[in-house]
């Protein structure tokens, strides 16, 4: 029997918040465990810094394949199988990644991990919209985020605590061992949420391809959608050249640079809400261009922090005011490029969460060129990329005439 939203019992509904947000929870643990031990594990593999720093593309690769692949899948093969398989086939990557003899085994896992993270995030946002609608939907999302974020502090945390009893193997056999636990309790616990009578028929890939064309004909969501891809290619700079630059310039251990990614990642979440406050306030539009400006400041203060030398508390606290933004950025662009297409908005999000990770994967030779010894690339490349999107919200975008929101 299906579970619809006429017979969600308050159990069922603690139940699939659980069993929910520990899948979900699985995207972040495929990449933040990692960051603490990416200089180990380019020791592991005798590759230089910049190359490590690729794997992140890889990971970042699979977030795509994952969700262009899933989202329709499930349409027509209903939520249960392809959650499983894709929570199947997370166990098998982390086997992959722990047994691999070289980084392009590595790599293959991480593609891997990634597909099916990103698998599991897109099904289970369809699991909630098949039961809720509305102010339910939003409460149900939130509280599903909330377990979910426990992963944003446990992960690097977790992998900086188990790096000084293990090496970055060992911390990759718990996060299969967790990935398979999940796995068991949904293959008990996680009910099917589409109806028979309601899953589409299999699209073709010239079917699927034209409704992508028709949203990509937007010129003003495509427009929110490029400067989304520079706001992430910021974020994904900061994550794969940070490790480095806390350990090779700064001279932490692996196990000490994991508690100040959890402060970062304290000050995105906190980021988050504060600006969704503020939204409340002042027009989404005029928000994102505040956001923007604050994020070309924050760069230019970690230009400063390397020509001056400055110390760890300059940078770490400069980091911390970045990540806020960053963080706080994804949902107001995310609602600006989704208001536009209501019936569409499965599409609208699915493309403009594709794009967003093909283009931080095509950027990933960029970040190997910035280099770790100091924060004077990073804070270049975020003063070019926040300036191009400032650009882009005055005139692609033309923020000036969008509808208030």
């Known amino acids: 029997m299906s579970l619809t939203s006429g017979n969600v019992s308050q159990r069922s509904r603690w139940n699939l918040i659980i069993i929910l947000g520990g899948l979900m929870a699985m995207q972040p643990f495929a990449l933040d465990p990692y960051l603490p031990a990416a200089p180990y594990i380019a020791k592991t593999f005798l590759v230089s810094d910049q190359t490590m720093q690729l794997t992140l593309s890889a990971l970042t690769l699979g977030f795509a394949l994952g969700q262009l692949i899933t989202g ?55 699991v909630m919209r098949d039961l809720y609608a509305g102010t339910a939907l939003m409460k149900m999302m939130s509280r599903v985020f909330l377990v979910q974020a426990l992963s944003w502090f446990i992960g690097p945390l977790g992998g900086t605590l188990l790096l000084g009893i293990m090496d970055w193997r060992g911390v990759t056999v718990i996060i299969g061992a967790y990935g398979l636990t999940i796995l068991l309790l949904a293959s008990r616990f996680l009910p099917e949420t589409l109806n028979k009578d309601l899953r589409q028929e299999r699209e073709g890939v010239v079917a699927l391809g034209r409704r992508f064309a028709s949203v990509m004909k937007d010129r003003i969501y495509m427009g929110v959608v490029a400067v989304g891809i520079l706001n992430s290619i910021g974020l994904f700079g900061y994550l794969s050249i940070m490790p480095f630059i806390y350990q090779n310039h700064f001279g932490l251990a692996g196990s000490q640079y994991g508690y100040f990614f959890v402060l970062n990642s304290a000050s995105g979440y906190i980021g988050v809400q504060v600006i969704a406050k503020v939204s409340q306030r002042i027009q989404l539009k005029w928000v994102v261009v505040g956001i923007f400006a604050c994020q070309i400041v924050f760069g230019v203060g970690l230009v400063a922090a390397a020509l001056l030398e400055a110390d760890l508390f300059v940078v770490q606290a400069t980091i911390m005011l970045l990540v806020f933004f960053i963080g706080g950025s994804f949902a107001p662009l995310g609602t600006l490029a989704l208001t536009r297409h209501g019936e569409e908005a499965g599409t609208a999000a699915a493309l403009n969460m594709v ?35 400032l650009i882009g919200m005055f005139t692609i975008v033309n923020v000036r005439k969008m509808p208030n929101l």
Request: glycine share 10%.
């Open 355 to 389: 794009l967003g990770s093909i283009g931080t994967t095509l950027a990933a030779p960029l970040f190997a060129q910035l280099g770790s010894s100091n924060t004077l690339g990073l804070g270049l490349m975020e003063i070019a990329v926040f300036t191009l999107a």
């Open 72 to 126: 329709p899948l499930s349409d027509s093969l209903g939520r249960r199988r392809p959650m499983l398989v894709a929570a199947v086939l997370y166990v098998i990557a982390a086997v992959i990644v722990v047994t691999a003899p070289n980084i392009t085994v590595f790599f293959v896992g991480r593609v891997l991990q990634g597909v099916s993270a990103a698998s599991i995030q897109v099904v289970g946002n369809a």
